[in-house]
């Protein structure tokens, strides 16, 4: 896929200047850091002092990047023992949401900003696409009428946010009635049926899907029009995530609706 074309074109860069990639997912490093430390060790001389169980620093050399996607996902103790086994080795982290829960808390494996790219560059570069926000102003109703009411005129490609899997059912059954071409995407749908239905939405067969946590990390939908938020989120970083998916730019699309019924 397209990511994965991104990946294997950067890592083509990067060895072009003399670097050894090794790229570890992020569900390897928290499942079996162990396993990952091991990799790395197989491709750095071993330095003395450090015993056969692997305690002590994997290298000290200083020859050494780690770079780290999705930063934020770094607060955890086997991230740290990660970078505790490379004492002194330069880390650049990369993330659009550099925020934990507890905002006086930092990231604690980064302790300097490089670079704050914003929305108004954002803007500028021609990265994302102005923004409208709709909300709900109509007599007090429940959750699903609002959304269906606020969107009643939406054209384009786009999202409905639900609470659970059997939420999304329920309320992609409720627009199917309404004369709305609906479907839902989630972790209990097969992934070659989320392909079809994704395909099926951006070729204008479907007008909406109704999904539970699509839009976070490694999805990209730049051709999405509009999102309505019918799922109320807690989370900062959850909701920049979700909200940053549709603002992306795209050949055409000239903005991006929020649907605010909340």
Same mark, same amino acid.
């Given at each position: 896929?397209?990511?994965?074309?991104? =990946?294997?074109?950067?890592? &083509?860069?990067?060895?072009?200047?003399?670097? #050894?990639?090794?790229?570890?997912?992020? &569900?390897?490093?928290l499942g079996d850091p162990e396993a990952v430390l091991r990799h790395?060790?197989?491709?750095?001389?071993?330095?003395?002092?450090?015993?056969?169980?692997?305690?002590?620093?994997?290298?000290? !050399?200083?020859? $050494?990047?780690?770079?780290?996607? @999705?930063?934020?996902?770094?607060?955890?103790? !086997?991230?740290?023992?990660?970078?505790?086994?490379?004492?002194?080795?330069?880390?650049?982290?990369?993330?659009? #949401?550099?925020?934990r829960a507890d905002e006086a808390h930092r990231l604690q494996l980064? =302790?300097?900003?490089? %670079?704050?790219?914003?929305?108004?560059?954002?803007?500028?570069?021609?990265?994302?696409?102005?923004? !409208?926000?709709?909300?709900?102003?109509?007599?007090?109703?429940?959750?699903? =009428?609002? %959304?269906?009411?606020?969107?009643?005129?939406?054209?384009?490609?786009?999202?409905?946010?639900?609470?659970?899997?059997?939420? &999304?059912?329920?309320?992609? @059954?409720?627009?199917?009635?309404?004369?709305?071409?609906?479907?839902? $995407?989630?972790?209990?749908?097969?992934?070659?049926?989320?392909?079809?239905?994704?395909? &099926?939405?951006?070729?204008?067969?479907? =007008?909406?899907?109704?999904?539970?946590?699509?839009?976070? @990390?490694?999805?990209?939908?730049?051709?999405?029009?509009?999102?309505?938020?019918?799922?109320?989120?807690?989370?900062?970083? !959850?909701?920049?995530?979700?909200?940053?998916?549709?603002?992306?730019?795209?050949?055409?699309? #000239?903005?991006?609706?929020?649907?605010?019924?909340?």
């Amino acid at each position: 896929d397209d990511m994965k074309l991104h =990946d294997e074109k950067r890592d &083509a860069y990067l060895r072009g200047l003399g670097y #050894t990639v090794l790229r570890f997912p992020n &569900a390897k490093i928290l499942g079996d850091p162990e396993a990952v430390l091991r990799h790395i060790a197989d491709h750095l001389p071993s330095p003395s002092g450090r015993g056969g169980r692997g305690e002590g620093p994997l290298s000290l !050399r200083r020859n $050494i990047v780690v770079i780290a996607d @999705e930063a934020h996902r770094t607060e955890c103790d !086997r991230m740290k023992a990660v970078a505790d086994a490379l004492p002194g080795v330069p880390r650049i982290g990369f993330t659009a #949401t550099p925020w934990r829960a507890d905002e006086a808390h930092r990231l604690q494996l980064w =302790d300097v900003l490089l %670079c704050d790219y914003g929305p108004g560059a954002a803007m500028r570069d021609g990265v994302v696409v102005p923004t !409208r926000i709709v909300q709900w102003t109509g007599e007090e109703s429940g959750m699903d =009428d609002a %959304c269906l009411a606020m969107t009643a005129g939406a054209t384009g490609p786009g999202l409905f946010s639900a609470a659970s899997i059997r939420d &999304a059912e329920a309320f992609a @059954e409720l627009l199917r009635e309404k004369g709305r071409r609906a479907a839902t $995407i989630h972790c209990k749908v097969p992934r070659a049926l989320q392909a079809a239905r994704i395909a &099926a939405l951006q070729a204008g067969d479907l =007008d909406a899907l109704v999904h539970v946590s699509m839009l976070a @990390e490694g999805v990209d939908f730049p051709w999405l029009k509009w999102f309505c938020a019918r799922r109320r989120v807690g989370s900062r970083v !959850r909701f920049a995530q979700e909200i940053g998916r549709v603002l992306r730019a795209y050949p055409g699309k #000239t903005e991006a609706v929020i649907y605010d019924p909340n």
